[in-house]
């Protein structure tokens, strides 16, 4: 069977099932946006990759700097849903011969905008010769174990929010991996599953339901997106990296009573049996088929 | 300046010097096997990546069994070179579309092989299309304390040893990373420095001359290699994956007298001011050009 067919979601299924872990330090192998492994009393391991290809994830007249502050930016994206500090880094470069030190350079200085930002290292690496650029970089994060966030969790009644406006000019190289919002979260409200929205948010939102076994209730009206874009193309178009979690109904409440502007209450969770559901502005239920970003 | 020009370990000079470690928990960043990271009292953690491009590293007609054995291998001996276990480890995979889920799965079963051996955990990873077929596996080690060996330990008058024999037919594909050997080892020796031989005998050796600022003589009468191939060939062709090591006389001796077999003396380190000589089978030095295996 061609993997064009089975997608990268039916691939990564079959993955899945060749993996048993053995290990009793994994609290969760495949499956969710980090690796998560028993460290010590207090702490959980995070552990995370992403790979961006030239010509696939990016076009070769973006700018170095942007391709590396973006490829930084998704694995770091990562770490901060599950409510996790980045720490360590390593990346490997694949580059053509012709290209320039001063072009690696500029994907260094598009690292090191987030290494500074964030106070994580690049602790090393591997570089290989390529006809396209790749850049995959693995991040180590940490998360204290009372504060960790899963896909899992969403239980019926919690309130569904994401971080920021959907659908912007160019997010998919100038958004904010969510490093600092993740943290907030976790220290101060029960947070009961979460996210990023790198697949689109319908997508990731039904990797939650799935693994949570529930299902969601959506208002168009409460989704802050931008009007220049259809609003179909919000619901599926990956790449934002804005957060997407969910919390008790009195756990929403008090974060709205922050009033810190950047967490948009946008439906809520229900029993699996009703699936997804999309309530429109003149609230007509309007049904939903997820698409989502495809490798393949 | 084109990368080209200034060849792999130039290019990692150049990165090397935008870092500043600033996090006193990193011991190792860029420059070793492995970057090392203070964990605990006992521990530290070992964290390491290697890429493999097809056309590149391997051509297209070898099987994705062996591929991904290499892939997997290659990244466990950097582990083995600081005498640690491996535990978790990410893969990301670049695939074209035309790929088949028998192939995926053939490459995975190639990972399996090291798995079931030394007992680790693939946790993760990313799927990306991509024309050629690539694989970049990032791992999680960790070493004792008292057991790291680094490249910049080397002392005058240790002898230099290798295990195994150079040189031998697809030794690309089919090597043992030595992970068992590195913590033999460093359980039962005082190592005082040690690297594995993936860009060539030579190439390797002077990153552990550089580091430890000494030189070294080699005895051509005591490498062992395969004499279908050019003892030049050996000197510096890459891809052994054996370990290379250096410890004081009296440990040598020790080691010796354990009759392993698998651990040759190659040689001595002596003062900087030596640089590297080879002393041939006539006992003639003979001058040594290192090349090693150059990606640009």
């Keep these: 069977m061609r993997i064009s067919k089975l997608g990268e979601f039916g691939l990564l299924e079959r993955i899945k099932k060749l993996m048993k872990h053995k290990d009793p330090l994994v609290v969760k192998g495949i499956g969710d946006d980090c690796a998560v492994i028993d460290l010590d009393k207090k702490r959980y391991i995070l552990f995370s990759c992403d790979m961006l290809i030239e010509d696939v994830d990016f076009r070769e007249n973006i700018s170095p700097y942007l391709i590396g502050r973006k490829a930084m930016g998704m694995v770091l994206s990562d770490v901060a849903s599950k409510g996790g500090l980045p720490k360590y880094t390593l990346v490997s470069l694949g580059l053509s011969k012709n290209k320039t030190l001063d072009f690696v350079k500029k994907i260094y200085q ?20 390529a006809e396209k650029l790749i850049i995959d970089i693995s991040v180590l994060g940490f998360v204290e174990k009372k504060n960790l966030v899963l896909r899992n969790g969403a239980k019926v009644n919690d309130i569904i929010f994401i971080t920021g406006k959907l659908g912007r000019k160019d997010k998919h190289l100038y958004f904010l991996p969510r490093i600092e919002e993740g943290r907030y ?91 997804v559901r999309l309530i429109d502005e003149n609230f007509q239920e309007r049904k939903i088929k997820i698409r989502g970003f495809r490798h393949f």
Tied chains: 1, 2.
């Design 110 to 129: 598009g690292f090191m905008y987030w290494v500074k930002r964030f106070n994580f290292e690049i602790v090393g690496g591997d570089i290989s010769r």
């Design 185 to 275: 979260l976790v220290n101060n409200f029960r947070i009961n599953s979460m996210i990023d929205i790198s697949d689109g948010l319908l997508q990731d939102l039904s990797h939650i339901l799935q693994q949570s076994k529930v299902g969601a209730v959506l208002y168009k009206n409460l989704i802050p997106y931008d009007k220049k874009i259809n609003f179909d193309e919000v619901l599926n178009q990956g790449e934002e990296y804005e957060l997407l979690f969910t919390l008790p109904p009195k756990e929403a409440r008090r974060l709205l009573s922050m009033k810190r502007g950047v967490y948009h209450g946008i439906g809520q969770i229900v029993s699996s049996d009703y699936g």
